[in-house]
């Protein structure tokens, strides 16, 4: 499996065992008061970092392994909000971060440099954004943000 895909399914599988949370999902519309709290995953952008690999580049070969971070984001979304709202959702936020840059799975997919702590293990939180808003009930959302630097190897496509 591509190494994008693998992380990507590995944050979904995270994401589904977070307590407290009835719905979790990749690349969807947001989810209903009924499914919420929710998980939602969105793809994100990726770019190469090798600077020397411009587009057209003819002396690097085109097999050549790239270093890729990718920033998905993670939504988390809660419907009609309890009083609570900032704990819950800041509660959600703690689960993730601390999983997510724990997980072994996840460490396995991406660059490890041995000369860094174990916690920078190509996984990086970049921090978060929180939203509230009224509608039918007072609805709170947070996005959070990872980079997940990864090699990209053309022959495990």
Known sequence: MDRREAILVQLLAI???APGVTTAARNRLAPTDDESPSIIIYDGDEMVLESS??????????????????????EVLLGASPANAGTVINGIRKYLIKTIIQDETLASLVVSDMTSPPMARGIHYLGCTFGAGLGRSLQ??????????YVLNIDEL
């Open 140 to 149: 709170a959302d947070m996005v959070l943000n990872f980079a997940f630097t």
């Open 15 to 17: 994401a589904t065992a």
């Open 53 to 74: 690999d411009a587009p057209g580049e003819i002396r690097r070969p085109a097999r050549k392994p790239r270093v890729v971070p990718m920033a998905p984001t993670i």
